[in-house]
């Protein structure tokens, strides 16, 4: 059974910085892109950054560019996204997401990615 769990999650103050993981189980993602979205309240589920197979290429959205940064260890089935400069904006749930099939163009839609975890919150305070 494949199953994504999302760590690292809480509050911290505007300005600093959180480390979110995600460890996958069930199969190897090593060749597949993964990715992580996040959903604010009563907002829809927006994309947030996304990861090649291979690790060589990142797709990022211009509301996190040059403050996130999306990296893997393939050894370890795990995906991290490093967050800085951290905004009350940025307060969501974050989720972990991980395509079935190994892809060359990294994707942003969600109905793109097959398997989902359950998401961490992360509150950024004023």
């Known amino acids: 059974q494949v199953q994504l769990v999302e760590s690292g999650g809480g509050l911290v103050q505007a300005g600093g910085s959180l480390r979110l993981s995600c460890a996958a189980s069930g199969r190897s993602f090593s060749n597949s892109n993964m990715g992580w979205f996040r959903q604010a309240p009563g907002k829809e589920r927006e994309f947030v950054a996304a990861i090649r197979g291979s690790g060589g290429s990142v797709l990022a959205a211009d509301s996190v560019k040059g403050r996130f940064t999306i990296s893997r260890d393939n050894a370890k089935n795990t995906v991290y996204l490093q967050m800085n400069s951290l905004e009350p904006e940025d307060t969501a749930i974050y989720y972990c997401?991980?395509?079935?099939?190994?892809?060359?163009?990294?994707?942003?839609?969600?109905?793109?990615?097959?398997?989902w975890g359950q998401g961490t919150q992360v509150t950024v305070s004023s």
């Open positions: 997401a991980a395509q079935r099939l190994a892809f060359r163009t990294i994707a942003m839609a969600q109905h793109e990615y097959d398997y």
